[in-house]
């Protein structure tokens, strides 16, 4: 049968500016803090105090939510299979509230002419190990069954792989230690925001789902 793959499911942080005020009442970890509170905590406080209005609060949780199902979905495509809505629905609500246990604090390590330097230091869950882990017991499973066509057996592969999948999340307990990033800090509508969002949104998923080295 073709390999099935399992599937780190990686999806990048999306942000929208924000719409402060006079001269930022916040420093840029304030702004750092709140950002991560919005995507990964799902604490919409921070980035209110900072002037986001809730109807593009609302838009930008919906972007996030709408990239992260159309990367679970392009993964299992890659892989020949496809995921019903009801299942995907499941495992990404399973994926937002593993990360929701994660906790993180920001301060500001520099500034310098409306520039700063801000350290993350976030808790995370190994995905990668999570995922495989997920994979292989489906797998084990598929091998002490009988099935009547490849078809059949590609099913019961998939199914098995994302029920272990969505019950993983489940589980998931944060790390005791953390892993740290830098953020480098731009001052933009009178609000602090990462010079570089995407970039921001990579290292912070990447730190989330333990593809960086944790702090010694």
Request: glycine share 4%; proline share 2%; net charge negative.
């Amino acid at each position: 049968m073709k390999k099935f793959s399992p599937l780190f499911l990686y999806a990048c942080l999306c942000f929208l500016p924000l719409a402060g005020c006079n001269q930022p009442s916040k420093n840029a970890a304030d702004s750092i803090q709140a950002i991560y509170d919005l995507y990964i905590l799902g604490d919409t406080r921070g980035i209110s105090s900072l002037g986001m209005r809730d109807e593009d609060i609302s838009k930008a949780q919906k972007v996030y939510d709408d990239s992260l199902k159309e990367t679970i979905r392009n993964n299992f495509a890659s892989s020949g299979q496809e995921i019903d809505e009801d299942t995907l629905h499941r495992l990404c609500d399973a994926r937002k509230k593993a990360l929701a246990k994660m906790s993180a604090s920001a301060k500001v390590t520099e500034t310098d002419d409306g520039k700063a330097t801000v350290l993350v230091q976030t808790t995370y869950f190994d995905e990668s190990a999570l995922d495989a882990d997920a994979f292989y017991n489906a797998r084990e499973d598929s091998l002490q069954n009988t099935f009547s066509n490849l078809e059949e057996q590609k099913a019961f592969l998939m199914n098995a792989y994302t029920e272990n999948l969505i019950d993983a999340y489940q589980k998931v307990a944060p790390s005791e230690d953390t892993i740290s990033i830098t953020v480098e800090c731009v001052i933009q509508n009178n609000t602090w925001v990462p010079a570089n969002m995407s970039s921001f949104g990579s290292d912070l998923a990447l730190a989330l789902t333990g593809q960086q080295a944790s702090d010694l």
